[in-house]
């Protein structure tokens, strides 16, 4: 095995999100939120480049599970394997 | 079982072939012409920490026992290898199997690592450099595959990786091969043993980390230095070891090789209710008979080289085949697989009343050895990895690429998923 053929497992995939009023998402790809678990927030990596994301466990319609992260720098939205 | 009178040699010549995993693995993995690159074996107990660093790895920070995470970080172009420690076995058990063909007296004491015994060998061999040639000969001529062209390496063919002492004793013979050159001897002949320790560093003992920080904290360096103290102070000091090491570095204990008894041949039978002609039946019988063969205590730590099977027939007749492993094993399919072809091209003339299958000749293994292939799970283990191997090289053979892939912590401690686990191309 060679380390330059390291491939990272579940990476966030970007998404587009539909924010309601308290600032969580209610629409992800065009699917409704079902229900909302844990919520948390990590700080991390400030010696380099900082990382400021916030997660949010989520239940899509349909029932898939999927836990959506907030990069609190850029604004953008990410989804990830639980 | 009668045992042979005890198998030991005040002469003693240490054969020694540092980093013996990684370079059965670099010969079994190397592709001539390709640039030398940095490596390390994983540990075969913790798969997420390093057993054995190249020299090119070490240069760049690399060291025995780090996590492959800590490892990348500090080189990103480290080639880590999967261990086998049954195909270590195989070929340590070539070389002990060598050695035994120069002295009945061998000790192995670790992978990489045995003593042959030499007293009497004079008359055979003459002097002690004719000894060690003879060794070393007979080592190249093993087909022993621990060439290295890949993972970087000083050396390029299997003999000039071996080093050779020889002195009175395992521990100056030790030393002897630790300040050799790859590929070559050094003898210390009887009387300079003290003359030879007295600069050697103390490093070459066999120190705990604790004991060494003492007696570097206490200013000494060199086995000389050690000597020099009175044995009482060494004693006062560090016990009953500290003993044994001032008579070590004094040149004053010379511990002998102590050679293993080969076992006698080991048979198990089955006696049949009715006569059988069946192949299948007697193929299955034959299975049966070398597992249980393969359990008898006086088979640990030794391979299987040579297996017959016997038959008693109707009316008298019998049946005999044999067969000699190329390589040595304790495999039960590996060692039942020669018999059931002869059993296949030229079976009994009649139907088999009773049955026998008798080890009689074996190839010695080591403390490892015992460790890792101790039979029955270790053999699984080397037929699954077979049975992988074959898979998956006929997947890259069909579409030029393996698409297998196998999962490693990288940091399994982060908080971020993403970071915890990657896939790396699994290549058996």
Redesign the interface.
């Known amino acids: 095995?060679?380390?330059?053929?390291?491939?990272?497992?579940?990476?966030?995939r970007r998404v587009e999100v539909e924010l309601g009023a308290a600032g969580l998402p209610v629409m992800v790809e065009r699917r409704a939120v079902e229900s909302m678990g844990e919520i948390w927030r990590?700080d991390?990596e400030w010696w380099r480049a900082p990382?400021h994301r916030r997660y949010v466990e989520t239940i899509l319609e349909g029932g898939k599970h999927v836990v959506l992260i907030e990069d609190l720098t850029t604004g953008e939205w990410w989804v990830?394997k639980p | 079982m009668t045992r042979t009178p005890h198998l030991a040699s005040a002469s003693a010549a240490c054969c020694w072939i540092p980093l013996f995993a990684l370079r059965c693995e670099a010969a079994r993995r190397s592709e001539p012409g390709s640039p030398p690159q940095p490596g390390a074996l994983l540990s075969p107990e913790d798969p997420r920490r390093l057993w054995q660093v190249s020299p090119l790895a070490r240069h760049a920070g690399v060291k025995p026992g780090m996590t492959v995470s800590q490892a990348?970080g500090l080189c990103?172009?480290?080639?880590?290898?999967?261990p086998d420690p049954v195909h270590y076995d195989e070929q340590f058990a070539r070389l002990l199997a060598a050695l035994a063909h120069v002295s009945p007296v061998v000790e192995p004491t670790e992978l990489g690592l045995a003593y042959v015994g030499t007293d009497g060998l004079e008359g055979l061999y003459g002097a002690p450099q004719r000894i060690v040639e003879a060794i070393q000969l007979r080592i190249a001529e093993c087909g022993l595959r621990i060439g290295n062209s890949r993972v970087e390496s000083a050396i390029h063919n299997p003999q000039s990786a071996i080093r050779v002492g020889w002195g009175r004793g395992k521990f100056v013979s030790w030393v002897a091969a630790t300040r050799a050159r790859p590929g070559e001897a050094v003898i210390v002949h009887p009387g300079v043993e003290g003359k030879f320790l007295f600069f050697q560093p103390l490093a070459v003992l066999p120190l705990d980390p604790d004991t060494h920080r003492r007696l570097r904290q206490l200013g000494l360096k060199t086995l000389g230095h050690l000597a020099a103290l009175p044995e009482d102070a060494i004693v006062s000091q560090f016990g009953r070891t500290g003993r044994r090491l001032w008579r070590l570095a004094a040149g004053l204990t010379a511990e002998p090789v102590i050679g293993r008894p080969t076992p006698e041949p080991i048979t198990a039978t089955l006696t049949f209710f009715s006569p059988v002609a069946e192949r299948e039946m007697l193929a299955h019988a034959l299975d049966q008979l070398v597992a249980r063969a393969l359990r008898d205590p006086r088979r640990s730590g030794w391979r299987v080289q040579v297996v017959r099977a016997r038959a008693e027939l109707e009316h008298g007749a019998s049946w005999l085949v044999e067969a000699t492993l190329k390589d040595p094993t304790a495999d039960r399919e590996r060692v039942a697989a020669p018999l059931k072809t002869r059993l296949e091209q030229a079976p009994p003339v009649g139907a088999v009343e009773r049955l026998a299958v008798e080890f009689t000749a074996f190839a010695p293994g080591t403390a490892e050895l015992q460790l890792f292939a101790r039979d029955a799970s270790a053999a699984a283990r080397a037929g699954r990895r077979r049975a992988l191997t074959s898979v998956a090289q006929e997947i890259k053979l069909r579409l030029k690429r393996s698409y297998l892939?196998?999962?490693i912590e990288?940091q399994p401690w982060s908080?971020?998923?993403?970071?915890?686990?990657?896939?790396?191309?699994?290549?058996p």
């Open positions: 095995m060679k380390t330059d053929r390291l491939r990272a497992i579940n990476t966030p990590i991390d990382i990830q | 990348i990103a172009a480290l080639k880590l290898y999967e892939y196998h999962v990288v908080r971020l998923p993403e970071r915890r686990y990657a896939l790396i191309d699994y290549e």
